[in-house]
Structure formats: C-alpha cells, structure tokens
C-alpha cells in the first residue's frame, strides 16, 4: 500500500471494521477495499478488537424507525408493543432535533451502506471471478463518488467549509 496520511488510514480501518461488523471476512474485506492486502486486514481485526465493535454495534436509524412503527403496529392489532408511545415520542423528538441536512446526512449514510451492503452480498455470491472482478469494481467507483458526495455535505453539515 503506497504512504497515506493517518486520516486515510483511520478511514480505511473504519471502513473494515464496518464491513467486519456485517459479517464480511477479511479476504472479501481486501477484494472490496482493493488496495489492502488480506494480512492488514486481519492484523487490524486483531489490533482494534474487530470482533467487540460488532458485539456492541449501535442500533442504525432505520432500526430504531422500524422499531416504533412495529410497536405501532402492535398497539393496533391489541399487543403489548416493544416500545411504549412515549418512549416512541422521546425517540421522534430526539430525530427531529437534528437538522434538515443533519437528517439528510443520516439517510445518505444509511443508504450508502445499504448499497455497499448489497453489492458485498452480490460479490459473495458470484459464480465467477470475472462477476466478482467487474462487481469489485463497480463498488469501488460507487464508494469513490459516494465518499466525495458525503465528506462535502459533511462539511456543510458541521460548518467545516
């Protein structure tokens, strides 16, 4: 791997330890990050306890939105709901404190790695390794862009222009 800056390298742990935390070997972890070598990987799942981060990962936004619609939907059909309303309501209120960007922010976040999740699922499962090359490589444009797109609005978000 050519000489990145600390920043760059925080990143691509970050980005590992993601992909470990969803279930993602380190070999497949190298194929999609391309310019990491398997042992990196391994050596950084060991090194910063991989394995704890995806024990006690936070629940996402979506979860915590699927969880109150469920118990929603339990209240209608007389069950004893998951969560109660007002835990419901100081969960909503909590989300709505967030800026409009700040909440676009989030769903942008969600749904990139919505989208890195499921080509990580089609890559897995591809029959040859020509699939597995051209998926590898769509991947990594679409987190190349994805990555520009995120760190500017980011910026914007946190008043960091």
């Not at 969560?83 to 909590?94: F, G, H, L, S, V």
Request: glycine share 2%; aromatic share 8%.
């Amino acid at each position: 791997m050519p000489k990145i800056s600390q920043a760059e390298r925080l990143q691509k742990i970050e980005q590992a330890r993601q992909m470990y935390c969803k279930g993602f070997d380190a070999q497949t972890i190298a194929d999609i990050m391309g310019d990491i070598k398997k042992r990196t990987v391994e050596d950084w799942i060991r090194e910063y306890d991989f394995e704890k981060s995806k024990r006690s990962q936070i629940i996402a936004l979506s979860e915590i939105r699927n969880s109150i619609l469920e118990s929603y939907a339990d209240l209608l059909d007389g069950k004893t709901p998951k969560i109660t309303p007002d835990q419901a309501a100081k969960y909503a209120t909590a989300f709505e404190k967030f800026s409009s960007k700040k909440q676009v922010l989030s769903y942008m976040h969600e749904a990139y790695e919505m989208l890195s999740e499921e080509y990580m699922n089609e890559i897995q499962k591809a029959a040859t390794q020509k699939e597995k090359t051209n998926l590898l490589n769509e991947l990594r444009s679409a987190r190349a862009r994805m990555e520009i797109v995120l760190t500017r609005l980011t910026k914007e978000v946190l008043g960091d222009d």
